[in-house]
């Protein structure tokens, strides 16, 4: 992951700026397409910086608020070559500094 883009600010910024992407699912409960259509730039705008962030990212699907007051970001992710699944990454994860961000490939 890289250094140079606060992928944090940049997330926390486009939560904001398209409210309509937090999302509280329940289960597999999708954002509605309507929804979606109206958000898709800013989804877009998020799946940009995820795509870099996020090994094998797929596709966003909502940013979900946590019992805590924290907030999660939704995606699919390829678990292996044969299987794509929901991931839950916690927007912390993305300040710059956090452990995530070390490269565990050595």
Request: glycine letters at 6%; aromatic letters at 14%.
């Amino acid at each position: 992951m890289s250094g140079e883009t606060n992928y944090y600010e940049e997330l926390s910024q486009l939560m904001e700026e398209y409210p309509e992407l937090v999302f509280c699912n329940d289960g597999y409960e999708n954002i509605p397409i309507e929804v979606r259509e109206a958000n898709a730039d800013g989804i877009a705008k998020v799946e940009k910086l995820l795509k870099v962030a996020i090994k094998d990212f797929v596709y966003f699907q909502n940013f979900k608020p946590r019992k805590d007051g924290s907030t999660a970001v939704r995606c699919q992710t390829k678990w292996d070559h044969s299987f794509t699944g929901v991931s839950y990454f916690p927007l912390e994860n993305f300040r710059p500094g956090h452990p995530s961000w070390e490269n565990s490939d050595a």
